[in-house]
């Protein structure tokens, strides 16, 4: 499983090359993704310049509900100490997959990064709900017992004094309950239980439950319950092993 845990794209100053004045580049740092920045058209080349005001380690990429075509070219994330971009000390190469693109490289520690593309055609006008520019945690596979998917329905309906129903359709949003139990430190536990426990419900994240197909959609969501503990081993002494859990909420 993987976990994209902290964004520095959301806490960055933002300077953008065009941008329609409803849809503005702070929309990016929006947690709703329905939310998006567009560009003006006026111009071919797409970029955004994110200022986190110190040197960040970023090694992961998201572009979120984005609705680039596959015509676009030089699709880029790059990072460097000052804002100039002649020729950056990370300069990594996006792939086009239809609204999410995803990538993971090896990154480094700098204050500035930008993502950038050149469009097709001037005309072309193009959006991006989300962006994650941080770290992520590879963590054990989840436990296989306790491991499940749900939906919530929530549709309104409402029952007359005779028996009639009528239904008002909502959105169903899926939830997923995540658990790990008997984690050693050398398994990667101290991190896992210190992102859990520090993790806040307000703010979505994204996550993988695994990173090889069919598991490996990239979900945006809440968290909506949590729990961790740390346990002595009675039959080895000093011995420590974690035990964590994530109930996660749909992000729509």
């Not at 960040?56 to 990072?79: P, R, Y």
């Not at 097709?120 to 709900?129: L, P, T």
């Not at 139990?181 to 992102?195: C, E, K, V």
Request: charged share 20%; glycine share 8%.
């Amino acid at each position: 499983m993987r976990l994209f845990y902290h964004n520095y794209a959301d806490i960055a100053t933002l300077t953008e090359g065009t941008q329609n004045p409803y849809f503005p580049v702070e929309n990016l740092q929006d947690v709703d993704k329905d939310k998006v920045y567009k560009d003006l058209g006026t111009t071919t080349s797409w970029s955004v310049v994110f200022d986190c005001l110190t040197a960040v380690s970023v090694t992961s990429c998201i572009l979120f509900n984005h609705n680039l075509t596959g015509t676009e070219t030089d699709i880029k994330v790059e990072g460097n100490a000052t804002n100039s971009w002649g020729s950056p000390s990370v300069s990594e190469t996006l792939t086009y997959a239809a609204d999410t693109i995803l990538k993971n490289f090896t990154g480094g520690s700098y204050r500035y990064w930008r993502i950038t593309f050149t469009k097709a055609n001037v005309s072309d006008i193009r959006s991006v709900g989300r962006v994650y520019l941080g770290p992520s945690l590879l963590a054990r596979s989840p436990d296989r017992k306790g491991l499940s998917r749900g939906i919530s329905d929530n549709a309104i309906i409402t029952t007359t004094d005779d028996g009639k129903v009528f239904a008002s359709a909502r959105n169903i949003i899926r939830n997923w309950t995540i658990p790990w139990s008997n984690l050693l430190a050398s398994s990667g536990a101290t991190d896992l239980f210190t992102i859990v426990s520090d993790l806040g419900a307000h703010t979505p994240l994204f996550f993988q439950i695994d990173t090889a197909s069919p598991l490996d959609e990239l979900i945006y969501a809440y968290i909506a319950s949590k729990s961790y503990e740390q346990v002595m081993n009675g039959a080895a002494s000093g011995i420590y092993y974690w035990g964590a859990g994530l109930g996660l909420r749909e992000a729509i």
